[in-house]
Structure formats: structure tokens, C-alpha cells
């Protein structure tokens, strides 16, 4: 495997919302895949306040990205498909986990979830909260690198896609950052 790099993006360039977008349709079974990912990645890159983060191969470009929202932006919208979601003002929503299939379980997803704790704490917020796929394992390596994560709830049908997620909430303490580099300039 080539050599990975973590990185924050605030800028949207049109380059890199092509990117994601590809990602996207590389990442997802057809079913849960998202309907407009050029406007998608575009309006989560435009907004003040989200986090993206990438982790870029010089071989493969962009292999994985996070994105999240404070969670008081988008609870009212997800709880047509949660109706116990609640607001949290010093709460982040992880919105979207996408890593290429061929660089999973290799240590991206980790790094990326432990820069995001790192950011997330950065930023203030107390809580990091997300509906994790539990078909690809997703809520396994969640409980693994956030012990103090609480499982909450499953959702059976989330977004209409037939496929039951669980919803988390998570201090912004992430395991791995124990056993990975625990500052920013490390983590790039």
C-alpha cells in the first residue's frame, strides 16, 4: 500500500467534489448511493462550519473522506428517518464514511476517525454522534476505537435503504489515538 495522507479541505474546488463523487460511487453498494453527489459534496464543502477530511494516496488519489456537520444543522432532517434523533448543540454529526473497498481494513478508516476526534475537540465539541452501516462492520470498529461509545439504537431501514444502521454517540476520544499519533502534525 502507498504512503497515506490525512488532510482537512475547506475549499471547494470543482476537482475535488469530482473526486468525492467518484469515491462515492466506488464506496456504496448502487442502493445507497446518493441521488446528486456533485451537489452533495459541493454544499458540504460550501458550508462554514462542517469538517472534511481526506486521505489521499499519491497512487490512487483520494481513497477515503469523512464529512461531518454540527449535529444542531441537521437533526430535524434526520429524524424523519430517526424520530428519537434530538438536538445537540455541542454535538457533531458524522454524516458520511466513505473509504474505497480495495483500502479497507488496512488503517485508513482509523486515522481518519481519530483526526476527526482531534478536529472535533479542536472545534468544542463534546460528542460525536452517527448512524454506522452494520452490514460492511462499520458499528464493530466504531465500539473498537470509541470503548466509551454508546449504542443507542438500531435503525432498521435508514434512509429508505433497507440496510439497519445504529445510531452512536461517542465522547470525541478515539482509541486510536492512543496507539497512532496524538497531535495533528503527526496525524498529517
Not at 446528486?36 to 499519491?58: C, D, H, V, W
Request: glycine share 6%; charged share 25%; hydrophobic share 40%.
Amino acid at each position: 500500500m502507498s504512503a497515506l495522507e490525512i488532510k482537512i479541505v475547506a475549499d471547494c474546488d470543482e476537482k475535488l467534489v469530482v473526486q468525492l463523487a467518484q469515491l462515492h460511487s466506488s464506496a456504496f453498494p448502487a442502493n445507497m448511493q446518493l441521488s446528486n453527489p456533485i451537489e452533495y459534496f459541493m454544499e458540504g464543502l460550501r458550508e462554514k462550519g462542517t469538517i472534511n477530511i481526506i486521505l489521499q494516496s499519491a497512487q490512487h488519489g483520494i481513497v477515503g473522506h469523512f464529512l461531518a456537520y454540527p449535529q444542531s444543522w441537521v437533526f430535524r432532517e434526520l429524524r424523519k428517518w430517526d424520530p428519537a434523533m434530538e438536538d445537540n448543540p455541542k454535538g457533531l454529526y458524522l454524516e458520511i464514511i466513505q473509504i474505497l473497498p480495495e483500502q479497507r481494513r488496512q488503517g485508513g478508516a482509523t486515522r481518519l476517525f481519530g483526526r476527526m476526534a482531534l478536529e472535533a475537540k479542536r472545534r468544542g465539541f463534546t460528542s460525536l454522534s452517527m448512524h454506522a452501516r452494520k452490514m460492511n462492520g462499520m458499528d464493530e470498529m466504531i465500539r473498537k476505537l470509541f470503548p466509551e461509545s454508546r449504542f443507542l439504537r438500531t435503525v432498521e431501514n435508514w434512509l429508505g435503504k433497507g440496510e439497519p444502521f445504529e445510531y452512536i454517540e461517542t465522547p470525541p476520544r478515539c482509541n486510536a489515538l492512543n496507539r497512532r499519533p496524538t497531535n495533528e502534525k503527526e496525524l498529517e
